[in-house]
């Protein structure tokens, strides 16, 4: 069921929305404004990603509207709940074309339903820019699909070498969320990099999203005896993964990608995520100016929210759109298709950002600890 909160962001979308398309005048005779979609998860399994995804989006066109907004025109954001389903994506994609009629869409976080996403934004000529989504294959679709965030091959490659460099471990153990192609992704690098830099996989073992029983992979896991455990899985599980290792005697820490990062891994977690590792993409903590002012912007408009990943990643990807239309003079597709792909050392809250030719984000990330139920930097790594 839709929340009372997304549905009155739609509804708030459409009522301001002026009429026709993203390039024409409205009744008044003023410039209409901008369309621009937001695809992403406000219900369902993964709803707390979304409806952060979806906050970023919107502070930064609040903030180019409050500005003068983009070529001299407002820009209005419309919302498509994915309800975190793969399947469902490719329709709430075509509400965003066909009904809205956006000029570039921004979503979804999760690299499964990008994936879903990205043939009808290839057939449509609609730019589609994922905040969030790493597993490489998504830009792989086609040419008006984007990311501006690291992909699973550099993610990976952290993980791998945090573990064999910094904490000296040598044997790793392996728990996959098969169902998601996030977690298949990031798996296949570490397979690949840990043993390379002198480690092992001693074992591996699967679930899926929405699993709440983990003790037979758990017990299997135990009894390769590893230092620690990959773990690259969503907030949705790897909480109860950890609580019901602990209640296994299993004292090694768990180590994960940019998915653990969400409230609720400290909140149902507890003391069982205490010492854990995961990579992401920024720390609220951070005492560099950009991360402090946008953290600071978000909590006085979300009563005082601190904002994950997913929220600054989306105002980033919003941002970098926006100055890409900019650059276009244009909002016709071929056009803004190629200015996102000339994004060069843009000045994001999360680094300096820039769009290569696969389409993929250049930037930095950072390893974060959880210590007395909190995240803390552990540390920085550039690309």
């Given at each position: 069921?839709?929340s009372?909160?997304?549905?009155?962001?739609?509804?708030?979308?459409?009522i301001?929305a002026s009429?026709?398309?993203?390039g024409?005048?409205?009744?008044s005779?003023?410039p209409?404004?901008?369309?621009?979609?937001?695809?992403?998860?406000?219900?369902?399994?993964?709803s707390?990603?979304?409806?952060?995804?979806?906050?970023g989006?919107?502070?930064a066109?609040?903030e180019?509207?409050?500005?003068g907004?983009?070529?001299?025109?407002?820009?209005?954001?419309?919302?498509?709940?994915t309800e975190?389903?793969?399947q469902?994506?490719?329709q709430?994609?075509?509400?965003?074309?066909?009904?809205?009629?956006?000029?570039?869409?921004?979503?979804?976080?999760a690299?499964?339903?990008?994936l879903?996403?990205?043939?009808?934004?290839q057939?449509?000529?609609v730019?589609l820019?994922?905040?969030?989504?790493?597993?490489p294959t998504?830009?792989?679709v086609?040419d008006?699909v984007?990311?501006?965030?690291?992909?699973?091959?550099?993610?990976?490659?952290?993980?791998?070498?945090?573990t064999a460099?910094?904490?000296k471990?040598?044997?790793?153990?392996?728990?996959?969320?098969?169902?998601?192609?996030?977690?298949?992704?990031?798996?296949?690098?570490l397979?690949?990099t840990?043993?390379?830099?002198?480690?092992?996989?001693?074992?591996?073992?699967?679930?899926?999203?929405?699993?709440?029983?983990?003790?037979?992979?758990l017990?299997n896991?135990?009894?390769a005896?590893?230092?620690?455990?990959?773990?690259p899985?969503?907030?949705?599980?790897?909480?109860v993964?950890?609580?019901?290792a602990?209640?296994?005697?299993?004292?090694?820490?768990?180590?994960?990608?940019?998915g653990?990062d969400?409230?609720?891994?400290l909140?149902?977690g507890?003391?069982?995520?205490?010492?854990?590792?995961?990579?992401?993409?920024y720390?609220?903590g951070d005492?560099?100016?950009?991360?402090q002012?946008?953290?600071?912007?978000?909590?006085?408009?979300?009563?005082?929210e601190?904002?994950d990943?997913?929220?600054?990643?989306?105002?980033?990807a919003?941002?970098?759109?926006?100055a890409a239309?900019e650059?276009?003079?244009?909002?016709?597709g071929?056009k803004?298709?190629?200015?996102?792909?000339?994004t060069?050392?843009?000045?994001?809250?999360?680094g300096?950002?820039?769009?290569?030719?696969?389409?993929?984000?250049?930037k930095?990330?950072v390893?974060l600890?959880?210590?007395n139920?909190?995240f803390?930097?552990?540390?920085r790594?550039?690309?």
């Amino acid at each position: 069921m839709r929340s009372a909160a997304s549905l009155a962001i739609v509804a708030s979308s459409v009522i301001l929305a002026s009429c026709g398309n993203g390039g024409d005048a409205g009744n008044s005779g003023k410039p209409a404004a901008i369309r621009v979609g937001s695809l992403n998860s406000m219900t369902g399994l993964n709803s707390t990603f979304g409806q952060s995804s979806d906050k970023g989006v919107r502070l930064a066109a609040e903030e180019r509207n409050k500005a003068g907004g983009v070529l001299g025109r407002q820009v209005e954001v419309f919302t498509a709940d994915t309800e975190s389903s793969p399947q469902k994506t490719p329709q709430a994609m075509l509400k965003l074309i066909e009904t809205d009629k956006v000029v570039a869409v921004l979503g979804e976080v999760a690299s499964s339903r990008s994936l879903a996403a990205a043939p009808v934004a290839q057939r449509s000529k609609v730019p589609l820019l994922s905040p969030a989504s790493t597993n490489p294959t998504v830009t792989q679709v086609g040419d008006y699909v984007f990311r501006s965030c690291f992909t699973d091959d550099f993610q990976g490659v952290l993980i791998a070498k945090f573990t064999a460099e910094n904490l000296k471990f040598k044997r790793a153990a392996l728990l996959v969320d098969v169902k998601n192609d996030y977690s298949t992704g990031l798996a296949k690098v570490l397979e690949t990099t840990f043993p390379k830099l002198g480690g092992e996989i001693v074992a591996r073992e699967n679930y899926g999203a929405g699993d709440t029983n983990f003790k037979t992979q758990l017990t299997n896991l135990k009894n390769a005896n590893p230092d620690i455990i990959f773990l690259p899985g969503y907030y949705t599980e790897i909480a109860v993964i950890c609580q019901q290792a602990r209640e296994l005697g299993m004292t090694m820490p768990f180590i994960g990608g940019d998915g653990w990062d969400s409230d609720v891994t400290l909140k149902v977690g507890g003391k069982a995520v205490e010492g854990c590792y995961f990579t992401n993409h920024y720390y609220s903590g951070d005492t560099d100016p950009r991360v402090q002012e946008f953290v600071k912007k978000y909590k006085a408009r979300h009563n005082g929210e601190t904002p994950d990943a997913m929220a600054v990643l989306a105002y980033d990807a919003a941002n970098i759109l926006f100055a890409a239309i900019e650059r276009a003079g244009s909002t016709e597709g071929p056009k803004l298709r190629d200015a996102i792909g000339q994004t060069k050392n843009f000045a994001g809250v999360t680094g300096d950002i820039t769009i290569d030719e696969q389409r993929n984000a250049r930037k930095p990330g950072v390893v974060l600890k959880i210590e007395n139920g909190q995240f803390t930097m552990a540390t920085r790594v550039n690309p």
